[in-house]
């Protein structure tokens, strides 16, 4: 067994995960007390979409699914907390995290339904369509959801705690949330790794490779792609659930196509041919539109050009890129 | 012979065309069977047909006597149903290795789970490194399916439908598209493992010399119905193939 598993190149040695893993955990650690808490709550949102990357990229990078419409899922989950604050005053954020899950997955169930049948630029514009639909259904009826003014989300308790009387809310949600938030993040990271290094992330694979041939080794295509829709869902509405007590409103904005347009952007950045680069993609992506506003009013221009030198210069993205000079490094200097 | 397989009037139109025009068609328990005629004569078709990529206009498919005609191509493949391709279909991203361990993982329903490590299913591991073995194809195993040769494809489409372990399995033009040379030993790999282990193989050919070779029984096909069925030598013989297969410079 032990020589078959080394034998077969998936196989990584925990050590060498260690190696990088481990200081980057110690680093998200100690962010809060290195760095200010402006930063600190940057950081936090970049892990937030961090989550709805990997999501996202099961679709994209695992079964070859361009979504653009993910922004749908990320504001069923966000609107799922408000809803849960404003009709059924609850506080807790587990049951907030618990609520946003039963929502994107009744809303990805009946839009992955539909989606699945189809792939290419059909399952791209049904999928924005459908989430245009839903954008539009919280702009208008603004007597359930708030409309264009949107719906507050407080403070929420955390594991059954409130945050103090005298704690300043800033401190709360750059420290005692953004704690909360690396947990839930590492939760994810952990079971999206083990889903895409799992036979059925094979099968996957395999369908985005040869879709004719998976059918002959007996895969149900549209199986295997609507479980992937729905766990690529429930990561991206886990997402906006955490997002929203940050950002402290939730409008019809975080359902907009645009918005589905930035989780591609943050996953191409980071390159979407491997696990880690909708994470680097979507951090360096919040500090880099953060930058952009601040420098020019012209940002949305600036990002523009970035994209475009990304998919010519850098196309497997920042951590396909890094590989590549890795690997190129280790051969030199092996020689 | 025991049946394996059986046709009855299975009909396949594609518009005026008929591609497959109530054929009776029968395949014996572990035999090697190969499929000829021209090009458009409908053995493709056939196939396809019977593997469950086209449904049938009209007509029943039986593999053991049990109607497999509405069944779908999962149910087929789980009856014992596998084929390759005319055009090799392989996943060009995975490596050899995966390729052939899909199949293994997708006949064992391991393909369903989600929290668990496929680098720890060893024994699925040590079967795709066997049936590489077994097809010459182990010092490729870490290497991307579509960065191999031809002729290397053409295996690993056969070993990826062998890894089903299939009881009938269609190959479609395993030889195309590689060299002279090369048809032979890719050939003797082939009807070695079918013939090894008692699987039943239906080989769509156009080299003659292939087919006469390796075959325990050939079935000519032309223009969507079978035109003759026999031994090598009774269709070596048969005038009706001579004049619509080989043409009259062979007559």
């Known amino acids: 067994m032990t020589e078959i598993a080394l034998a077969h190149p998936g196989v990584r040695s925990p050590l060498r995960t260690a190696v990088w893993a481990v200081p980057i955990a110690v680093l998200l650690v100690v962010v809060p007390w290195l760095l200010d808490s402006y930063r600190t709550i940057q950081l936090e949102y970049g892990l937030i979409f961090g989550i709805a990357g990997i999501g996202f990229n099961l679709l994209l990078g695992y079964t070859g699914l361009l979504s653009f419409g993910h922004a749908a899922y990320f504001g069923v989950g966000a609107y799922s907390v408000a809803f849960m604050v404003k009709y059924l005053h609850v506080s807790s954020m587990e049951l907030f995290l618990l609520g946003s899950i039963v929502g994107t997955l009744i809303v990805t169930a009946v839009f992955g339904y539909v989606c699945v049948r189809y792939t290419r630029i059909f399952f791209s514009i049904l999928a924005l369509s459908l989430s245009q639909v839903l954008w539009s259904l919280a702009f208008k009826f603004f007597w359930v959801t708030g409309g264009t003014d949107g719906l507050r989300v407080p403070t929420p308790k955390l594991l059954g705690m409130a945050a103090g009387e005298n704690e300043d809310k800033t401190y709360f949600l750059s420290h005692g949330y953004y704690y909360y938030v690396l947990a839930v993040f590492v939760i994810c990271v952990a079971v999206m790794w083990l889903i895409v290094h799992s036979p059925f992330a094979k099968a996957l694979q395999a369908i985005r490779d040869n879709e004719t041939r998976a059918r002959f080794v007996g895969l149900r295509i549209r199986s295997y792609r609507f479980v992937a829709f729905l766990v690529s869902g429930v990561f991206t509405g886990i997402a906006g659930a955490l997002w929203v007590p940050l950002n402290g409103l939730v409008t019809p904005d975080a359902m907009v196509w645009t918005f589905s347009g930035e989780i591609v952007f943050m996953t191409v950045l980071g390159g979407f041919r491997n696990f880690t680069g909708p994470i680097v993609g979507a951090v360096v992506y919040n500090f880099l539109k953060d930058y952009a506003v601040g420098f020019t009013v012209y940002w949305q221009t600036f990002m523009g050009v970035i994209l475009v030198v990304l998919v010519m210069v850098l196309p497997t993205g920042i951590v396909g890129s890094a590989k590549l000079l890795w690997g190129t490094a280790r051969r030199r200097l092996a020689r | ?251």
């Open chain 2, 1 to 251: 012979m025991t049946a394996l397989l059986e046709t009855q009037k299975l009909t396949k139109y594609f518009g005026e065309t008929h591609a497959v025009d109530k054929v009776d068609f029968f395949v014996g328990q572990g035999e090697v069977l190969s499929l000829i005629g021209s090009n458009g004569a409908g053995k493709t078709s056939l196939v396809n047909l019977i593997s469950g990529l086209f449904p049938a206009d009209s007509g029943k498919i039986f593999l053991r006597g049990v109607d497999v005609t509405h069944q779908t191509v999962q149910a087929r493949i789980k009856a014992g149903i596998a084929r390759s391709f005319q055009i090799v279909n392989l996943f060009d991203e995975l490596t050899v290795l995966d390729n052939v361990a899909l199949s293994i993982f997708s006949r064992e329903g391991k393909t369903k789970k989600l929290f668990s490590l496929a680098d720890h299913q060893g024994g699925v591991w040590q079967e795709a490194h066997d049936i590489l073995r077994q097809f010459g194809l182990e010092t490729k195993a870490q290497s991307l399916a579509g960065g191999i040769s031809q002729g290397e494809r053409k295996l690993l489409d056969v070993a990826v439908a062998y890894a089903l372990k299939p009881q009938l399995l269609f190959l479609d033009e395993p030889t195309s598209g590689v060299s002279t040379r090369e048809k032979a030993p890719i050939m003797d790999v082939i009807t070695s493992i079918v013939r090894t282990h008692g699987i039943t193989a239906v080989v769509i050919e156009h080299d003659m010399d292939i087919i006469f070779r390796y075959s325990d029984r050939i079935v000519v096909m032309h223009q969507g119905v079978v035109l003759a069925s026999g031994t090598p030598e009774e269709i070596r013989n048969d005038e009706r193939v001579k004049d619509a297969v080989f043409g009259p410079a062979h007559a």
